[in-house]
């Protein structure tokens, strides 16, 4: 059905370029090196009989007809990594997509739809702080405004596409219409498949985070001559509300809360902080339940904060809301594993952000996980075995040639 042979040593030696040495990846966007992956991954496409191209924000697509005249089959991931990650999260999807196609090539099969293979440009953010450059451009959601965020030297995205080489286009050129559905293969970048004892899943949907900036400003005082009765302490009143935020999420089954920064001022040994910034990171695949649990913690930290004499202000940072996969290729995805693996069937919802989210409003959403070892990703550590990998493209493979008949 699929060269798994083929398909892990592609992985092997893309993991080579960029490589630390400590053993992980570092891939950036519009660097000489992710230059140089984009050629390799260029060459696989043409070796598997696709027609490449490089849209205006540097998208690497590759293109196989169809024999009839019917909207696009997109299949896709990413190649970019975080810092000193892992050689699987992104890369698997990418070369999972080709390996299908070059599969279809060696058995001489033609689908009805045409497919676009794409490997998306920058989707971790690792460069700019803002991440999915290549779907949103392909969805059309990627605006003039966003090309201005730069790098830590200054550099827009913006002027590293024009840095880049690429030629100077229209972001509406990038826009890919007429789309009857998008797959992704990705690791799972948790345990639940691993637990399970399952190989391949499939995914529900896919959390839509909601970021908070919670400032809390009291006022600073001599830690030796100030009673306790008189204080505006805000960490004792901050440590309250991280500690409730906690206790909020907990009462529902699929929230998740996560306090991931935090700053102390003027934070002296001997003084009482005057002001405690932290973020609070929401997500859920239900958006009501999301919402519903920061109703809470801001109702919550509006009264601790008022209880303590302490001024509270919360910043929206960013609201994306989830994205549910479509019913219909869940049900042939579960029908493929089943058909595969003959395992236990382990449908989960992904925690983490996908390129795929961008696809909320374009056209159907479907995403196959691969297990991971111990849950690790964005990590040297990150692994997925041979076997789980070879069975994830069988179960692309079969899925694609189920969807094409609908």
């Known amino acids: 059905m699929i060269n798994g042979t083929r398909l892990n040593e592609r992985i092997e030696k893309l993991a080579t370029i960029g490589k630390d040495e400590n053993g992980g990846v570092s891939r950036f966007s519009y660097t000489g090196t992710e230059k140089e992956a984009n050629e390799l991954v260029q060459q696989w496409m043409e070796e598997a009989g696709l027609t490449v191209q490089e849209d205006a924000v540097g998208n690497i697509i590759g293109s196989l007809e169809g024999t009839e005249?019917?909207?696009?089959?997109?299949?896709?991931?990413?190649?970019?990594?975080?810092?000193?990650?892992?050689?699987?999260?992104?890369?698997?999807?990418?070369?999972?997509?080709?390996?299908?196609?070059?599969?279809?090539?060696?058995?001489?099969?033609?689908?009805?739809?045409?497919?676009?293979?794409?490997?998306?440009?920058?989707?971790?953010?690792?460069r700019f702080g803002f991440g999915m450059i290549g779907s949103r451009a392909i969805a059309g959601t990627l605006t003039e405004n966003d090309l201005e965020h730069e790098d830590d030297n200054g550099v827009t995205i913006k002027q590293a596409i024009q840095n880049f080489g690429l030629e100077?286009?229209?972001?509406?050129?990038?826009v890919l219409e007429n789309i009857k559905l998008y797959l992704e293969v990705h690791i799972e970048q948790g345990k639940i498949l691993e637990s399970n004892e399952v190989s391949v899943g499939n995914v529900t949907?896919?959390?839509?985070?909601?970021?908070?900036?919670?400032?809390?400003?009291?006022?600073?005082?001599?830690?030796?001559?100030?009673?306790?009765?008189?204080r505006q302490d805000a960490l004792a009143g901050a440590s309250v509300i991280i500690s409730e935020i906690e206790n909020i999420a907990k009462q529902t089954d699929s929230t998740v809360a996560t306090v991931g920064k935090l700053s102390v001022k003027p934070n002296g040994v001997n003084v009482i902080p005057e002001e405690v910034q932290w973020t609070v990171d929401l997500r859920d695949i239900n958006e009501a339940k999301r919402d519903a649990v920061e109703k809470n913690i801001r109702q919550f930290a509006?009264?601790?904060?008022?209880?303590?004499?302490?001024?509270?202000?919360?910043?929206?940072?960013?609201?994306?809301?989830?994205?549910?996969?479509?019913?219909?290729?869940?049900?042939?995805?579960?029908?493929?594993?089943?058909e595969i693996s003959q395992r236990k069937i382990i449908s989960l919802p992904s925690g983490a952000g996908h390129d795929a989210m961008q696809f909320r409003n374009v056209a159907p959403v479907g995403m196959i996980f691969v297990r991971s070892k111990d849950g690790i990703s964005h990590n040297p550590k990150e692994f997925s075995s041979e076997s789980d990998i070879e069975e994830s493209g069988r179960v692309l493979y079969s899925t694609l040639l189920k969807v094409d008949q609908q």
């Open 302 to 338: 509006n009264r601790e904060a008022q209880k303590r004499n302490l001024d509270l202000t919360i910043t929206e940072l960013q609201r994306i809301a989830p994205v549910p996969c479509d019913e219909t290729i869940q049900q042939v995805i579960k029908e493929s594993i089943d």
């Open 205 to 230: 949907g896919i959390a839509g985070p909601l970021w908070l900036q919670f400032t809390l400003k009291g006022l600073a005082e001599h830690a030796g001559t100030t009673p306790m009765n008189q």
């Open 168 to 174: 100077e286009r229209p972001l509406s050129t990038a």
């Open 69 to 126: 005249d019917l909207p696009v089959i997109v299949l896709g991931s990413h190649i970019d990594t975080v810092p000193n990650g892992g050689k699987y999260d992104g890369a698997l999807g990418v070369l999972t997509a080709i390996e299908v196609a070059h599969s279809l090539k060696d058995h001489g099969k033609r689908l009805k739809h045409p497919i676009k293979i794409i490997s998306f440009k920058d989707e971790e953010g690792t």
